[in-house]
């Protein structure tokens, strides 16, 4: 297996961006964005009332991250059973292996939205304004100071895994500490407890119990994407300066180019990012404290 087949691209399906992915990474795997789908799910729900639409709205996220292929299955019928022709149609289109986790190909460590594309944009929000060859080089050098920060910070890690990993670890020990396990062979052992399977290329819970009953180095069951060396190989490449090239005294004016001539709308230059389509708003609120869409005049939370 190639390392391009462990790369996993998420898009919101746009046509330009999915035919580049194509040419440039032809056997990576590739899914949708599942907020996005869900936001043009939205338009082909037939449902009048908001708690019918936000409950197969949530049906549909449990098919997305259906473990199995059985669940899966299971809970597609029953989504389809509510929805009508025009969400057929919408479905037709989306490929399983594209949108459900159980068919999905690569390795998405959790990852099946387009968040990432959010915080670059916010990363580099004070440099947007700048012109293209400009914004290059200042993301440039933001990768620099990066790369270099975070070397620095694996570096000093003395653990086999990542931290966030071992909090995986130490949350998943806590949950199995009453869990009754029965010793069938050498290998095999029997959990008396609820379903559990593995996702993110993490050991389920039961096969976390199963591995600590047997007294085995349970950091030899974990994917290499959560070790340490991983993380400090990553970022072990530093990104160099780019020496200023030579320029001539004297310029031709025909081998300026020039930033195309455009009117300047009225008003202020916006500042934040145009919200996609269907994307709700969450602040937080200082009379209760907490994550909402309602303002502080219709909050009905008892304060304490």
Not at 125 to 142: C, Y
């Amino acid at each position: 297996m190639t390392p391009e087949r462990d790369i996993a691209f998420v898009t919101d399906r746009h046509g330009g961006l999915l035919k580049a992915l194509a040419e440039v990474f032809p056997f990576s795997s590739h899914s949708f964005c599942l907020m996005h789908l869900k936001t043009n799910l939205k338009t082909y729900l037939s449902v009048k009332s908001h708690e019918s639409k936000e409950y197969l709205l949530t049906l549909f996220s449990r098919c997305a991250y259906a473990p199995t292929i059985e669940l899966f299955i299971e809970l597609f019928e029953e989504f389809k059973g509510f929805c009508g022709r025009s969400v057929e149609k919408f479905l037709e289109d989306l490929p399983n292996e594209c949108w459900c986790n159980a068919y999905f190909q690569g390795k998405r460590y959790g990852e099946m939205c387009t968040n990432v594309a959010k915080s670059f944009n916010s990363w580099i929000r004070d440099e947007r304004h700048l012109f293209s060859t400009s914004l290059v080089d200042a993301i440039r050098v933001k990768l620099m100071e990066q790369f270099s920060r975070r070397r620095k910070v694996g570096n000093k890690w003395n653990h086999i895994v990542c931290p966030f990993a071992e909090k995986k670890l130490e949350e998943a020990f806590n949950d199995t500490k009453a869990w009754l396990v029965k010793k069938c062979s050498d290998d095999i052992y029997e959990i008396q407890l609820d379903h559990s399977w593995e996702i993110d290329s993490f050991p389920c819970k039961h096969g976390f119990c199963a591995i600590k009953r047997s007294g085995k180095d349970l950091n030899c069951f974990l994917d290499d994407y959560y070790r340490v060396s991983s993380y400090c190989d990553s970022y072990s490449h530093s990104v160099y300066l780019v020496p200023s090239m030579w320029k001539p005294n004297v310029v031709v004016d025909d081998d300026v180019v020039l930033p195309p001539l455009c009117k300047r709308p009225a008003g202020r230059p916006r500042t934040e990012r145009i919200p996609s389509k269907g994307e709700i708003k969450r602040i937080r609120y200082s009379r209760c404290g907490k994550m909402g869409t309602y303002n502080r005049k219709t909050c009905k939370e008892t304060l304490l």
